[in-house]
């Protein structure tokens, strides 16, 4: 409710009570299997149904059928750990920050942080004051703006729950200005004026010159994600940390060789690489007609037509599927769409009383095609830098090109 949240942007356990909150309030409980991970999912062409594999908490498989079958696990779900030398070696600890290893002490170690993505923008503050030493292993110096996030005192958080109308206008407001932002990314000149605050941010927190050269970024803002702190450049700046810029050579039992053979003392390793975002591992789980494995049909770049469902998989749909991630604005907006669209169809296909629905890949190759138009000479394929959004083939599959109104009105 609008009279719980405490910041512009809300902190995690504020989240994680909203969320609980809503599944309590509707009830969703009854619906929700924890801990089940589905395996393996095929198209019963005979009977037009999706026969599901899915494993329960103690291993056991479960067969489960279904007319529709929705993912809405997303990209960024499935941690992606590079394959370094002598990792299997370590003999300290060793884990990626979406699995946080919360039973494991972090006062006095010595730690090492692989990437500087927007995971590392978020726990490295955090932890640097605590930590013996933290070495940071950068491969590619991300554009970190100054994060504005003011509370909301208590008497606006009043108002805003009794005044409807002021809270829409409120989200309006903090809409508009976030959607302006794909303009910059629709063309990378003008991305230059928000890079001066990116400069301004470094100069502020950092008064080490080559530390600040090694810090500012040699390409366009929103090539890559663009992210937002106060105090990611003041931790770098402190005394127990060192940024290293070279490559990592191998791992070793007690640290880490970077590419100019010094070795950087380490108990713990925090890999901070990100997701499988354009080779989601539940590309292997899924087979449609013909039992077409969808990696098979993606062959290393993710297509869906509106990034909702994809040629020869009927009545399967993604919530968040390729190229409808966004760098500018929220991804509930683009779910939200989704799922209008989604009941609107499925509506379709009871009143009609068809046996499938199903993209044509004629319909499948136009939407990919406009997407691919949209993002021509955009910051993402001429910004000067290759980010996660862009799939082995060299293609964005990742994000919306466009805005979110745009995505709105193409699902109608």
């Keep these: 409710s609008s009279d719980r949240w405490t910041r512009a942007y809300a902190p995690q356990a504020e989240s994680w009570e909203y969320i609980r909150g809503v599944v309590a309030r509707h009830e969703l409980e009854r619906f929700i299997r924890f801990e089940h991970e589905l395996t393996h999912a095929a198209f019963d062409e005979g009977r037009g149904r999706w026969e599901l594999e899915v494993r329960g908490p103690a291993g056991e498989v479960q067969r489960l059928s279904a007319e529709v079958l929705i993912s809405g696990c997303?990209?960024?779900?499935?941690?992606?750990?590079?394959?370094?030398?002598?990792?299997?070696?370590?003999?300290?600890?060793?884990?990626?920050?979406?699995?946080?290893?919360?039973?494991?002490?972090?006062?006095?170690?010595?730690?090492?942080?692989?990437?500087?993505?927007?995971?590392?923008?978020?726990?490295?503050?955090?932890?640097?004051?605590?930590?013996?030493?933290?070495?940071?292993?950068?491969?590619?110096?991300?554009?970190?703006?100054?994060?504005?996030?003011?509370?909301?005192?208590?008497?606006?958080?009043?108002?805003?729950?009794?005044?409807?109308?002021?809270?829409?206008?409120?989200?309006?407001?903090?809409?508009?200005?976030?959607?302006?932002?794909?303009?910059?990314?629709?063309?990378?000149?003008?991305?230059?004026?928000?890079?001066?605050?990116?400069?301004?941010?470094?100069?502020?927190?950092?008064?080490?010159?080559?530390?600040?050269?090694?810090?500012?970024?040699?390409?366009?803002?929103?090539?890559?994600?663009?992210l937002r702190s106060n105090s990611w450049y003041k931790a770098l700046a402190q005394d127990n940390v060192a940024v290293v810029s070279s490559p990592i050579r191998e791992v070793l039992t007690d640290g880490v060789l970077d590419g100019h053979g010094t070795r950087h003392e380490a108990d713990t390793i925090i890999f901070a690489t990100g997701f499988h975002v354009t080779d989601p591992p539940i590309a292997d789980r899924i087979r449609g007609r013909g039992g077409r494995l969808l990696a098979d049909a993606w062959a290393g770049s993710p297509r869906a037509h509106l990034g909702m469902s994809v040629a020869g998989f009927p009545n399967f749909f993604f919530l968040l599927g390729p190229n409808t991630g966004l760098g500018h604005n929220s991804v509930l907006l683009m779910i939200e769409a989704q799922l209008a669209y989604l009941r609107r169809l499925l509506g379709h296909r009871a009143d009609t009383g068809a046996a499938v629905v199903e993209a044509t890949e004629q319909a499948q190759a136009a939407s990919v095609a406009a997407v691919d138009r949209g993002t021509e000479g955009s910051v993402w394929t001429a910004g000067g830098c290759t980010s996660w959004y862009l799939d082995r083939t060299g293609r964005n599959s990742a994000l919306w090109p466009g805005s979110v109104r745009a995505y709105e009105r193409r699902l109608g």
């Design 74 to 226: 997303g990209f960024l779900a499935d941690p992606a750990i590079p394959a370094l030398p002598g990792l299997e070696d370590f003999s300290g600890i060793v884990f990626h920050s979406a699995r946080w290893k919360h039973d494991h002490a972090l006062e006095g170690r010595k730690v090492a942080v692989i990437g500087t993505g927007a995971s590392a923008i978020q726990f490295v503050p955090e932890i640097q004051p605590r930590v013996g030493s933290l070495t940071l292993f950068q491969r590619t110096p991300p554009w970190v703006l100054p994060h504005t996030n003011p509370d909301i005192p208590v008497a606006w958080r009043e108002h805003l729950a009794r005044r409807p109308r002021l809270q829409a206008l409120a989200r309006a407001t903090v809409f508009s200005a976030q959607e302006a932002l794909h303009v910059a990314f629709q063309h990378p000149r003008l991305a230059r004026v928000v890079e001066q605050q990116g400069r301004a941010n470094i100069r502020r927190h950092v008064a080490d010159r080559e530390l600040r050269a090694r810090l500012t970024p040699d390409f366009r803002l929103g090539c890559k994600r663009v």
